[in-house]
């Protein structure tokens, strides 16, 4: 149990596009939401936290203009890149967090983009 | 089976204690293995990053690969309180990262 995926696993897209990443709890209702932004070999850098229904919080320097997330739904929660540029070109993960949990997140398995 | 295994715990050590995380995966692709520390409210805080079988020691932390028995370990030496946190281990295969459940540890002063 507690599986969580992500589509898709890699994209890439024009400068000046939008691209949404899907994550999904499988098997689970996923009440909260995180999304992650990787560099190589570095720490996942926390994006936003989403708890459903509501609006996601956004960690400081993150624009929440550019880094749409909507958490419709106890399994589903979408990341929209709009007007991507080169340097939004990364290594975005998302976890979930089920009803009653406090600390474990499960987390997906990443979405490469690529920004040309 | 789930591609990666780790003990989710809680484990709870004296301070000064050797602490010893493992994980257990099934996919031989894996290549590259990882330890994160993740405090509450923030994000996981990379560790250790090793790519071959054999030992990597940073300070008081020893990562351990066997790809034989494909089983990876996190030694913590004279476990301080500010150790208390989650760990978590991750691997890859190029861009496709599996992630354990994580291990809730507690450092008691």
């Known amino acids: 149990g507690a599986v969580v995926s992500q589509h898709p696993s890699r994209v890439i897209c024009k400068s000046g596009t939008s691209v949404k990443i899907e994550c999904r709890s499988l098997d689970f209702q996923a009440t909260t939401m995180f999304w992650y932004r990787q560099f190589p070999k570095q720490s996942l850098m926390l994006m936003a936290t989403?708890?459903?229904?509501?609006?996601?919080?956004?960690e400081q320097g993150v624009e929440k203009d550019k880094f749409l997330i909507n958490h419709a739904s106890l399994t589903l929660s979408t990341l929209t890149v709009t007007s991507a540029h080169p340097e939004d070109s990364s290594f975005y993960i998302c976890?979930?967090?089920?009803?009653?949990?406090?600390?474990?997140?499960?987390f997906g398995p990443g979405t490469r983009l690529t920004v040309l | 089976q789930k591609e990666v295994e780790q003990d989710p715990g809680p484990l709870s050590v004296p301070e000064g204690a050797i602490v010893s995380l493992n994980c257990t995966y099934s996919n031989s692709a894996f290549q590259y293995f990882m330890w994160y520390r993740q405090y509450s409210r923030k994000g996981p805080e990379l560790l250790m990053y090793t790519y071959s079988s054999g030992n990597k020691e940073d300070g008081r932390f020893t990562a351990q690969v066997d790809k034989s028995s494909k089983y990876i370990s996190l030694f913590i030496r004279d476990s301080q309180p500010s150790d208390s946190a989650t760990y978590l281990c991750a691997m890859s295969a190029w861009d496709d990262m599996r992630f354990g459940a994580g291990t809730r540890l507690t450092v008691k002063p």
């Open positions: 976890s979930a967090r089920g009803a009653g949990e406090v600390d474990t997140q499960y």
């Open positions: 989403s708890n459903e229904g509501s609006k996601a919080t956004y």
